[in-house]
Structures are given as C-alpha cells and as structure tokens.
C-alpha cells in the first residue's frame, strides 16, 4: 500500500492533526481524517498487466462510489475498533476510572488530599517568592514519575489529585496536563517493569536477541528524549521560566482564569466538580488506598498474565524471582490495567460501605454516574484507536521509514532514525504503533551499516515518546488533557515549545555521539 499511494498514506493524519489544531473540534478533525483515508483505499484500482511478467498499473479515482464507499469504510472501521481485544480493554479502562474519580471526590478522599497537602504547604504561605507554587508542581512531577507501572494510571492519577490544588494556586490546567504528560511515558520507558517493557522486548525478541531484556536495559542509557524530557519539567518549575503559548497560560490562571477564553475540557465539568457527600468528613485515606490497590495490583497483573510464558522460556527449575521478573516483562498491559482499575473500584466499594459512606445501590449509581462523564474520552479513545488502525492500512509509517532509508549513513543511523521516529509517531499518534514499525527496521539497519544498535533503539524508543507527546491524536495526549480538564488544543500547543526543545537536545545528542 505504501508504494502503491506514495505521499497520501500521510495525508490523513496531517488533515486531522492541522483540522485539530486550526478548528479546536478534536472529535471532527479525527473523523474527517479516518474518512478522506477510506476515501483514499477506496478510490485504488489495481488494472493487470497486459503482458505476463510486467507490473499491474493502479490507477487512483475518486468519485460519488468512492465518497459513499469511504463513508461505510469509516463506520465499519470504528466497528473494527473493537475487534481488537487489546483497544476494548483500554477504553474499558478509561471509562471504569470516571467511577474511580467519583468515588474518590464524593467519598472526601480528594477533599482529605487537598487539606493534607495544604497543611504541608502552609510553611510557605507567608513567603512572597512563590515556593508553594513550585512544591506542589514538583509534588505532582514526582507522583507521575513514581507511578511508572502504567502511563495511563500515571496521568490520570496526577491530574485528578492536584487539578483542584493547581485550581485554587492559581497554576493553569495546561501546566497540570504538561506535568503530567512528561512525567508518564518517560517514567514507563525508562523504568520499564510494566505494558511498556513487555511490548519492547516482545519487538527485540523478534529481532533475535537472545536476551531482550538485558538489550532493553542496556539501551535505556541512550534514550536521551525521554531523560530530558524527564527532568526538564522539574528545571522549568524550580527556575520559573515558562515561554511561549505556557508563559501566557501561566499568567491568565494567576488572574484567576485557570481555562483559556472559549476552551472546552475534554471531560465532562459534572465530573470535576463533584463535591464530598453531606456530612463525610475529609479523609485522605478514601483515595490513597483506591490508589494503592491500583498501583499494586498492576505488576502483579503483569506477572500473572506472563507467568506461563515466562515459566516456558525459563524451564520448571527457575526460581519464582527470576520466573516473576520475566513475567512482568511477558505480561499483557490492557488486561492488567482493566483488572486493576476494577479491583480498586470493587475494594473502595467495600471500604465505603464499611465506613457507612455509601450503600450498594448509591455505589452502583455512582460507578454509572462516573463511566457516563468519561464517554467523551470513550469516544476519542475510540477515534485515537481507529486512525491508527487506518495509519497501520495505508502503512504510513512504513513509507516515511522507506524514504529515510536513501539518507542514512553509519555515523547518522542513531540520529536519522530518532528524526523518522518522531515523525512516523506525530502523525500517526501511536508510541507503540511506531515502535512496532521502526525496531524492525532500525535494528538491522544499524547492524548492517556496523551503527551502535544500542543507540539505535534508544532512538526509536525515545522518538516515539516525542512523537507521541507532540500529537494531538495520541491517546496518552488526550488523556493527560482529560485528567487535567483542560481543552486538548490548549494542551497541544502549550506543551509542544517544551517536547520540542527536549527533542532538540535528544536529536543533537544522536547527532554528536554518531559522528564521534
């Protein structure tokens, strides 16, 4: 397909990335796109060669058949959506973590951890230099970082938690969604006990490495983007130098406006605004645990689901610590982040009840109160997932790899295949969809051209991170904006100045140390 459309397989995601960032209408811009893409599959017509041996012609034509063919093509195409097992428990996820939200406000668990934190802060209150601001950024910074387990889990923890501190501090919602975007991926890269480093080493595996994990280790040292990324956040908030699109931000929400004029939170304001029940008294305890159990049960999810394969690649007489460790790593993130979402919901059931904050019925009703404010992110999740669907048909990430492949040299390798990385991820919105389609090419492509295969994959890790980070497609871009209530675009484009001067420093570093 990708020889076949040439430049158009990039067509779809460029119209839906520029549409959503020109029109602020994300859920328009990612449906248009999906649709000029079948339109496009649908208008490929392959003629046979005349003569036996000579290449069939494909000839292009778009007409009415093509439109209405596009037209179904998009429905079935968000139909299919769910046909993979792995999207079906992501935008389970997502919707079971409104209940978890609900429970946690009404329960006066948020309302325990506000107070909580306020009276740590309160040392600081008398001081003119703004040091609260800058303790509870590096609270949220650290609590994203902490929780590497799950990039998902990790964002929506951090915005959930310090949305209502950051409101009432005078600290923009898209701070909130910068901080909690880069503290996530890079944290789930680079400690990569989780979804993450099963998915990775499932792609070194392939490659023939003997030994994937100790590759992925190995190569972690490399992986500058997501390092700087990393601790970038933490140097911005010490030094207090915003700039660009954030710098106004900042200055707006001081004035009391955490929200831009016009925008539009991705999450519904019914579910941010939910107030402790009448006559529960604050409690920091009704959202820690909800929140421990979750955090806990993730790795141990991970090493339930890969334990049998784990046990077979390390034979009967391997120990239960080597076999967990493997497992972790063999492990299916999308169960084990919906399993863990839902033992939390069902353990704050029962905590409550205990505490005679909530019956079974009111418990039940909020669960369903919390899954119908997240539909909006139900449905982006779903249009996230289908346009990287179409991307993976058209094979756009292929194409652009393909062209890339005539400008590497040795001394290059590392930095071209970040440079294509970033690219193939901005526009298709997939981290892991990316690495999928450059590990299989930059590996041996860095073993044939005698480059460092370390820091090719590092490359390609840490190039899908920035991509994923710059795209307003990607699903973690979007979460981090639903956690944080912030307009998506508004998120985008504050964050973008910040990823693309980590990118910078990354592509320099590749550039410097391949020519060294």
């Given at each position: 397909m990708a020889e076949t459309l040439g430049i158009l397989t990039l067509l779809p995601p460029l119209v839906?990335?520029?549409?959503?960032?020109?029109?602020?209408?994300?859920?328009?811009?990612?449906?248009?796109?999906?649709?000029?893409?079948?339109?496009?599959?649908?208008?490929?017509?392959?003629?046979?060669?005349?003569?036996?041996?000579?290449?069939?012609?494909?000839?292009?034509?778009?007409?009415?058949?093509?439109?209405?063919?596009?037209?179904?093509?998009t429905m079935q195409g968000l139909v299919d959506v769910f046909a993979d097992a792995g999207n079906t428990r992501t935008i389970m996820f997502c919707a079971l973590v409104g209940a978890l939200i609900v429970f946690m406000q009404r329960s006066g668990g948020v309302a325990g951890f506000i107070a909580f934190v306020e009276r740590k802060l309160k040392k600081y209150e008398g001081r003119q230099d703004g040091s609260g601001r800058v303790v509870v950024q590096l609270l949220a910074w650290l609590t994203g970082a902490l929780i590497f387990v799950e990039s998902s889990i990790s964002v929506l923890t951090v915005g959930t938690l310090y949305?209502?501190?950051?409101?009432?501090?005078?600290?923009s919602r898209e701070k909130l969604a910068y901080i909690a975007d880069s503290s996530s991926a890079p944290s789930s890269i680079l400690i990569p006990f989780n979804g993450w480093g099963a998915f990775i080493m499932t792609l070194l595996a392939a490659e023939g490495f003997a030994d994937p994990f100790s590759t992925m280790i190995?190569?972690?040292?490399?992986?500058?983007?997501?390092?700087?990324?990393?601790?970038?956040?933490?140097?911005?908030?010490?030094?207090?130098?915003d700039f660009g699109p954030m710098k106004k931000a900042e200055a707006r929400a001081q004035g009391g406006q955490v929200l831009s004029e016009g925008a539009t939170p991705v999450v519904d304001t019914e579910l941010t605004d939910i107030a402790a029940k009448e006559g529960v008294k604050p409690n920091l305890w009704n959202m820690v645990l909800p929140i421990v159990v979750m955090v806990l049960a993730m790795p141990l999810m991970l090493a339930y689901t890969g334990w049998g394969d784990a046990r077979e690649v390390l034979g009967a007489a391997a120990g239960a610590g080597d076999v967990f460790m493997l497992a972790i790593g063999k492990g299916s993130g999308s169960t084990s982040v919906l399993v863990s979402v839902t033992l939390s919901i069902l353990v704050s059931i029962v905590f409550y009840k205990a505490q005679g904050i909530f019956?079974?019925?009111?418990?039940?009703?909020?669960?369903?109160?919390g899954i119908a404010g997240l539909?909006?992110?139900?449905?982006?999740?779903?249009?996230?997932?289908?346009?990287?669907s179409l991307c993976k048909q058209l094979e756009t990430g292929i194409?652009?790899?393909?062209?890339?492949?005539?400008?590497?040299?040795?001394?290059?390798?590392?930095?071209?295949?970040?440079?294509?990385?970033?690219?193939?991820?901005?526009?298709?919105?997939?981290?892991?969809?990316?690495?999928?389609?450059?590990?299989?090419?930059?590996?041996p492509m860095a073993t044939q051209m005698d480059a460092n295969v370390l820091m090719a994959i590092a490359a390609t890790l840490g190039g899908g991170v920035f991509g994923d980070h710059c795209s307003p497609i990607s699903d973690?871009?979007?979460?981090?904006?639903?956690?944080?209530?912030?307009?998506?675009?508004?998120?985008?484009?504050?964050?973008?100045?910040?990823?693309?001067?980590?990118?910078?420093?990354?592509?320099?570093?590749?550039?410097?140390l391949g020519l060294v």
């Open positions: 839906a990335i520029i549409l959503a960032i020109a029109t602020r209408q994300v859920f328009i811009s990612l449906i248009v796109g999906i649709f000029i893409g079948y339109v496009i599959m649908a208008g490929v017509e392959i003629i046979p060669a005349s003569i036996p041996g000579e290449l069939d012609d494909v000839v292009l034509t778009f007409g009415p058949s093509s439109l209405w063919l596009g037209f179904l093509d949305r209502p501190i950051f409101d009432k501090m005078g600290i190995r190569a972690l040292g490399y992986n500058f983007y997501a390092i700087i990324a990393l601790l970038l956040v933490p140097l911005i908030i010490l030094l207090k130098r019956g079974i019925r009111e418990s039940v009703d909020l669960v369903l109160k539909v909006p992110l139900a449905l982006l999740m779903l249009l996230a997932f289908a346009i990287g194409y652009v790899a393909d062209v890339a492949k005539g400008f590497l040299s040795p001394a290059l390798v590392p930095f071209l295949v970040f440079v294509v990385t970033c690219f193939i991820a901005f526009s298709t919105g997939s981290s892991w969809g990316t690495f999928a389609i450059m590990i299989p090419i930059a590996v973690t871009t979007i979460l981090s904006s639903m956690a944080s209530a912030t307009d998506h675009v508004d998120h985008v484009k504050t964050q973008l100045p910040y990823a693309g001067i980590a990118g910078g420093l990354a592509g320099l570093a590749y550039l410097v």
